[in-house]
């Protein structure tokens, strides 16, 4: 790769094929889900194509349990709006700004062609505040464990899609603490320990995801994490330069796999 100095180019977050996907299989019309984007900030990480990713995510998710189009209508309508008016430095009152923001935002007649009644409002917001982190695995509820699954989904995505992830987060982090992180330190400390955490909050301690849905479709984030381990040091910087330019994710594993085969 050119060692010419790489341009800070965060992606718009628009991915036709997910956006084609919730349209596709759900009642969430186009005009809601760019609503949407134009409440969410240019953000490495927590970003409009992340909410994109959740509300796929969800619905998938929701398939996997059978779950009723209403179900799937509010669990992806939820996801869309989970981290609107994020700023990318994280804050306890992220995921509440963002229910009421929603609760303003969305109309009664917007919520009609989503497929829900102005009584859904309640459930919406509930869902929306239960990503909050700190409530993982704390809400007994099969829609909140579907919306929380699907939040931290990229993890059970494969080795690639928790690579590409990560490196947004190593921003947003190293933003939150006013320091600059290290790709590689972030990807050999903290992950590993971050998974166990998240084990140890399910209500079993026993598995990372919370939903039956989401353990049939998603992998197991310690596989990944210790594939991941495995790679040398010069593919996570490798990694952080990409994510920082007008790469694809299809683009991304290319360039990481034929860098891995020079190694």
């Known amino acids: 790769m050119s060692k010419k100095k790489i341009n800070h180019v965060w992606k718009s977050g628009i991915n036709h094929k997910k956006i084609d996907f919730i349209t596709r299989n759900t009642d969430i019309p186009l005009k809601v889900i760019f609503k949407a984007m134009c409440s969410y900030a240019s953000n490495p990480y927590h970003n409009f194509g992340h909410a994109l ?11 996997a349990q059978n779950l009723s189009r209403k179900d799937i209508n509010i669990v992806a309508l939820g996801g869309l709006h989970h981290d609107i008016l994020h700023q990318g430095v994280v804050n306890i009152n992220d995921e509440l700004r963002s229910a009421i923001k929603t609760n303003l935002k969305l109309t009664d007649d ?20 239960s990503t909050t982190f700190t409530m993982h695995g704390k809400i007994r509820d099969p829609l909140a464990e579907i919306i929380q699954d699907a939040d931290i989904s990229y993890m059970g995505k494969g080795p690639y899609m928790y690579l590409y992830a990560c490196m947004g987060l190593v921003d947003e982090f190293g933003k939150q603490i006013d320091k600059t992180i290290d790709p590689v330190v972030f990807i050999r400390k903290s992950q590993k ?21 989401a353990q049939k479709i998603l992998q197991n984030p310690m596989d990944a994490i210790e594939l991941l381990l495995s790679w040398k040091d010069n593919i996570f910087r490798l ?3 990409l994510y920082k330019v007008d790469v694809d994710f299809d683009q991304f594993v290319k360039i990481i796999d034929n860098q891995r085969l020079l190694l």
């Not at 990713?53 to 398939?63: F, N």
């Not at 917007?110 to 505040?129: K, Y």
């Not at 140890?200 to 039956?212: C, E, G």
């Open 239 to 241: 990694a952080y330069d």
């Open 53 to 63: 990713g959740v509300a796929e995510t969800a619905i998938a998710i929701g398939q």
């Open 193 to 213: 320990p971050f998974i166990e955490h998240v084990i140890s909050l399910s209500p079993n301690q026993d598995t990372f995801f919370l939903s039956p849905g």
């Open 110 to 129: 917007e919520l009609t062609q989503c497929g829900l009644t102005v009584v859904d409002r309640t459930r919406l917001r509930d869902l929306i505040i």
